[in-house]
Nanobody, 115 residues
Framework: QVQLVESGGGLVQPGGSLTLSCAAS????????TGWYRQAPGNQRELVAT???????FYVGPVKGRFTISRDNAKNTVYLQMNSLNSEDTAVYYC?????????WGQGTQVTVSS
């Protein structure tokens, strides 16, 4: 059984930082690419960042230079370090992982940026 559990969300002031974690069981993050996505109210889920098997990273424009995706293979956990947060970063953040042809999602963690 595959399970992905996100954590680390919360309420943060503009300019603040948060680190999200995505812990997996039943799936090996080091075997395939992993991504962080987010969904704001009324919007579709959108890609935020990815990390490949080899550790190559990709970021969408709005978060480039502010967010950092990383992976701890020993803990089978993927992280998203978020700095200089602003109100447009408010969303539910999800991680995903792949096993074979199937993609799995966590339940999401809420990030709210507000003063």
């Amino acid at each position: 059984q595959v399970q992905l559990v996100e954590s680390g969300g919360g309420l943060v002031q503009p300019g603040g930082s948060l680190t999200l974690s995505c812990a997996a069981s039943g799936i090996n993050f080091s075997s395939s690419a992993t991504g962080w996505y987010r969904q704001a109210p009324g919007n579709q889920r959108e890609l935020v960042a990815t990390i490949s098997r080899g550790g190559n990273t990709f970021y969408v424009g709005p978060v480039k230079g502010r967010f950092t995706i990383s992976r701890d293979n020993a803990k089978n956990t993927v992280y998203l370090q978020m700095n200089s947060l602003n109100s447009e970063d408010t969303a539910v953040y999800y991680c995903n992982g792949r096993r074979g042809d199937s993609i799995y999602w966590g339940q999401g963690t809420q990030v709210t940026v507000s003063s």
